[in-house]
T-cell receptor
Framework: KNEVEQSPQNLTAQEGEFITINCSYS?????LHWLQQHPGGGIVSLFM?????KKHGRLIATINIQEKHSSLHITASHPRDSAVYIC???????????WGAGTKLIIKP | DGGITQSPKYLFRKEGQNVTLSCEQN?????MYWYRQDPGQGLRLIYY???????QKGDIAEGYSVSREKKESFPLTVTSAQKNPTAFYLC?????????????FGDGTRLSIL
């Protein structure tokens, strides 16, 4: 079993829909990282969080350390949000990230 | 603007050939990383370096080699010993200190076998 699991693997939605991507992990962590991978392959950091909630524009990330679970929400989704969203965690034991496999999101106009 | 530059964007390797992927950063970051990405899988760490002239193996170092002669540069060589090199390779960097710092990524190099 992977230490970081994302769901769903693939998600297709209509423009304007509220999107939720989930990340569950099985190790103790010091922080969790949400990243976005563009169709061309480049990766951009969205959020790093260790508790509570963070918001940037239409993106919201939440984490529940006790439940070992994080969610990434996109409000008023737009075709330009189409990308792969990746969750990665910093385990307590070292500084090396453990990566989820990613969620491929397609927003149709 | 500061960032990470990977080159080339696409690379083809012949059987028995070594190829080198370039990664340069001007962010003044201490740590640099090489990852391999295969379809449907999470990123896997190949090598990382926390300081010049020092580097450590990641989870899948076999068939790869690196050097860190300058802070700005961390080239990855895919050797002929790597039997399945076709993948997307990403270079990243961050500040190395006691806290968790987000990693910054290049745009990647896609390696294929001829």
């Amino acid at each position: 079993k992977n230490e970081v699991e994302q769901s769903p693997q693939n998600l297709t939605a209509q423009e304007g829909e509220f999107i939720t991507i989930n990340c569950s992990y099985s190790v103790g962590i010091s922080a969790l990282h949400w990243l976005q991978q563009h169709p061309g392959g480049g990766i951009v950091s969205l959020f790093m969080l260790s508790s509570g909630k963070k918001k940037h524009g239409r993106l919201i990330a939440t984490i529940n350390i006790q439940e070992k679970h994080s969610s990434l929400h996109i409000t008023a989704s737009h075709p330009r949000d189409s990308a792969v969203y990746i969750c990665a965690v910093f385990p307590d034991s070292n500084y090396q990230l453990i990566w989820g496999a990613g969620t491929k999101l397609i927003i149709k106009p | 603007d500061g960032g990470i530059t990977q080159s080339p964007k696409y690379l083809f390797r012949k059987e028995g050939q070594n190829v080198t992927l370039s990664c340069e950063q001007n962010l003044n970051h201490d740590a640099m990383y090489w990852y391999r990405q295969d379809p449907g899988q999470g990123l896997r760490l190949i090598y990382y370096s926390q300081i010049v002239n020092d580097f450590q193996k990641g989870d899948i170092a076999e068939g790869y080699s690196v050097s860190r002669e300058k802070k700005e540069s961390f080239p990855l060589t895919v050797t002929s010993a790597q039997k399945n090199p076709t993948a997307f390779y990403l270079c990243a960097s961050n500040i190395w200190d006691a806290s968790n710092q987000p990693q910054h990524f290049g745009d990647g190099t896609r390696l294929s076998i001829l």
